[in-house]
């Protein structure tokens, strides 16, 4: 018996209300629960009944020193059926003023953006895996910049992501 997949995340916010509303405007998360000081939403197109939960912790919390004085999470990943999909994202990121860089992973494509509370998460379509036979794998493990236009022109914007 092992883990099929990762079901939810729950995080302290200063204000869950708000958090939800960031999940929910930019991202299409919908709420699924409610009450003071706790917020509980679903992914698009989800089956889970819930995929985040924020629960309020006050204004006067600092930011998360995960990575940088503390242990901690890095971030969520959320993944998309398509690159269509992620270009969708892409603008409504940049509107909200989250976006905060875009790599190529070669075996998938990948926006990262910030919530209300500077908590980080990525956006990813991940490349059907005919499409990565024969290639080889990147000589640096670092990321390359992602050029999403690029990527649609060669994969498709409608091409179904891969598991």
Known sequence: MGIARMNHA???ARDAAKSAAFYRDVLGFSTVASFPGGEFLRA????NDHDIAFFT???GAGPSMAGRATVGLYH???EVPTLAD??????????AGA??????HTASKSLYAKDPDGLEFEVCWVVPR?????VEAPT?????PLDLDREIARFGALTPGGR
Do not use: F, M, N, T
């Not at 976006?99 to 190529?104: N, R, T």
């Not at 640096?140 to 390359?144: A, E, G, L, T, W």
């Open 10 to 12: 729950v995080l302290y």
């Open 44 to 47: 698009p197109d989800s089956e």
């Open 57 to 59: 912790i006050g204004d």
């Open 76 to 78: 969520l990943a959320w």
């Open 86 to 95: 992620l270009a969708e994202l892409e603008q409504k990121l940049l509107a």
């Open 99 to 104: 976006l905060v860089g875009a790599s190529d």
């Open 130 to 134: 005919a499409h990565l036979e024969g």
């Open 140 to 144: 640096s493990v670092r990321p390359q």
